[in-house]
């Protein structure tokens, strides 16, 4: 049974680039997040995504904006790098939220992105 | 809004000694309450999870953490710390209104000396 998995696993990239990280949930579950890991912080909550819509979002800029595809997968896409960005990116997948907010997250690796 | 806050950034224990790791929370309504560990270089994996049934949750890998309503709190412990419970813990709640939506504490990284 296949857990989350993320792709690529690191990344560097320089200010004002765009970049785009992939995730496939967990075997079963339909719900992806986005959560930002900044060294030495907890993960920040970036978005949801269920039944291809963006269901809630954190307090992050436009520049970060996502996707997700019929067969759950889902994408992370961030414009016009600043070097605030540099994190662990992580994905997270779970059951349709209308089965409540108790339902855990199963998480992937991440993604490490630095910018230079 | 709900908030977390876990007390000690970093906790260091012997070998065989009581891991406690503090975690309490703000939120006016019910909270649902999780622990989850990362490993270097890893994702977050689920320690444990309260959601309003026993207020005394037992987790994997002999963590155990108890629900005070009063104290909003929701420390994590185990008895005897081996070196591989050398991680980072996490504290996270989320709300029914809020969907699964968590909001993490800054962390306690814990150190187990031999």
């Known amino acids: 049974d296949a857990g989350v998995t993320q792709s690529p696993t690191h990344l560097i990239k320089t200010r004002g680039q765009q970049v785009t990280l992939r995730c496939s949930p967990k075997?079963?579950?339909?719900?992806v997040s986005w959560y930002q890991q900044a060294l030495g912080q907890g993960p920040q909550f970036i978005f949801q995504?269920?039944?291809?819509?963006?269901?809630q979002r954190g307090n992050f800029p436009d520049r970060f904006s996502g996707h997700q595809f019929p067969n759950y997968s889902s994408e992370l896409n961030v414009n016009a790098l600043l070097l605030g960005d540099s994190a662990l990116y992580l994905c997270?997948?779970?059951?349709?939220?209308?089965?409540?907010?108790?339902?855990?997250?199963?998480f992937g690796d991440g993604t490490r992105l630095s910018i230079l | 809004a709900q908030s977390v806050t876990q007390l000690g950034s970093h906790v260091s224990v012997s070998e065989g000694a009581l891991v406690l790791l503090r975690c309490n929370y703000s939120?006016?309504?019910?909270?649902?309450l999780f622990w989850y560990v990362q490993y270097p270089n890893k994702g977050l994996q689920l320690l444990l999870k309260y959601t309003s049934a026993a207020t005394l949750v037992k987790g994997i890998n002999g963590f155990e953490a108890e629900f005070k309503k009063s104290e909003t709190s929701f420390h994590l412990t185990k008895p005897s710390a081996h070196m591989s419970d050398a991680a980072e813990y996490f504290c996270a709640v989320s709300i029914k209104a809020a969907g699964n939506k968590l909001t993490f504490g800054g962390g306690t990284r814990v150190l187990v000396k031999p």
């Open positions: 997270a997948s779970s059951l349709g939220p209308e089965l409540g907010s108790n339902q855990p997250q199963h």
């Open positions: 939120s006016s309504v019910p909270p649902y």
């Open positions: 075997s079963g579950h339909d719900t």
């Open positions: 995504y269920y039944e291809e819509e963006e269901r």
